[in-house]
């Protein structure tokens, strides 16, 4: 069985230790509609390419875990039915031969076993409303507090527990360092209701705290936090509307477990007429130029 493919691309950029990012799936095949997920897929990928950077679609194909797609693989993602694959999922694909979208927590993992040490996505997932009772917890926390990657979001969803989720970082000792702020970004949004402890300006920052997490031993993911521009976030008052009738609508709709959030993602996409999609697709572009920076500062910093 093959454990993880590498593109060629991805493989060369990586010996030569030039600056790679990887990039996650799910947001392609369950956090953006078609055809958008496919424009986006590409763009993203584009963006880093612009900059010098290595680009790592990560997913697994046909029973193999792929780091760096080709073409006909960035199709697949957007096109076909895959499933949601976190973790615990891999050596099920693996030893079945099956497809699956990596969320964050898979990207992640497997990035990492890459050698990959920056990972942009849109938002990050996190503790659930509820999850006192639910035990709803996304893999993503778990999986960082164990995987040593840089991931870039905006935040988490202002459909999670924010509060939580942050408590939960702590727990794990998984730095989550602000990029230009100081207060926690809820996505679509700039802002939460949640400070940090700690902000940078740079990307070169973010490259040497890396670099100090390394010489320490630790092995926890550091989570940038990048918000949107605030000429690009949604309209505080419709986000509040609109998230309010997505929590009744998939209550009344009896969504449970890991359906919730691409649930909450296409009603929020059709409440609001299209305009979280245009943001979401904003804040993911910001994150993923971002990530390319800081895989940049990386880069050189080792070189
Ligand atoms: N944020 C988005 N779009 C997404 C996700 C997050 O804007 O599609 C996905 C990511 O792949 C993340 C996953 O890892 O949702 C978390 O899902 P769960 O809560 O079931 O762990
Ligand atoms: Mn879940």
């Known amino acids: 069985m093959t454990a993880l493919q590498l593109s060629s691309e991805v493989s060369e950029a990586l010996d030569a230790g030039r600056p790679v990012v990887a990039l996650e799936s799910t947001i392609i095949s369950h956090g953006l509609p078609r055809p958008r997920n496919y424009e986006a897929a590409l763009e993203f990928e584009a963006i880093l390419r612009d900059q010098g950077v290595t680009p790592a679609t990560v997913a697994v194909l046909d029973g193999v875990p792929r780091i760096g797609l080709d073409a006909v693989g960035v199709r697949r993602i957007a096109e076909d039915d895959l499933a949601k694959a976190s973790v615990r999922d891999l050596p099920i694909l693996a ?14 993992h497997l990035a990492a076993k890459a050698g990959i040490r920056v990972f942009a996505t849109g938002g990050l997932g996190g503790v659930h409303r509820g999850a006192s009772e639910s035990f709803d917890e996304s893999a993503d926390l778990s999986t960082l507090a164990v995987t040593p990657i840089t991931v870039v979001s905006a935040g988490v969803k202002s459909v999670l527990d924010i509060g939580a989720t942050l408590e939960r970082l702590e727990t794990y000792s998984i730095p ?92 929020i996409v059709e409440a609001s007429h299209g305009r979280s999609l245009e943001v979401n697709l904003d804040l993911a572009r910001n994150n993923v130029a971002t990530a390319g920076r800081i895989a940049t500062a990386w880069a050189r910093r080792r070189a």
Not at 95 to 108: E, H, I, K, N, P
Not at 187 to 196: A, D
Not at 242 to 254: E, I, N, P, S
């Open 95 to 108: 030893a079945r031969g099956a497809s699956g979208a990596t969320t964050v927590a898979a990207t992640a």
């Open 176 to 267: 989550v360092v602000g990029l230009g702020t100081s207060i926690f970004p809820s996505f679509w949004l700039r802002e939460s209701e949640h400070t940090l402890d700690w902000s940078v300006e740079t990307p070169d920052e973010i490259a040497a705290i890396m670099s100090a997490h390394d010489a320490l031993g630790h092995r926890q993911g550091i989570v940038v936090a990048n918000p949107i521009p605030a000429h690009q976030q949604w309209d505080p008052a419709e986000h509040d509307r609109v998230l309010a009738q997505a929590f009744a609508a998939a209550h009344d709709a009896g969504v449970r477990g890991k359906a919730v959030t691409p649930f909450l993602l296409g009603y």
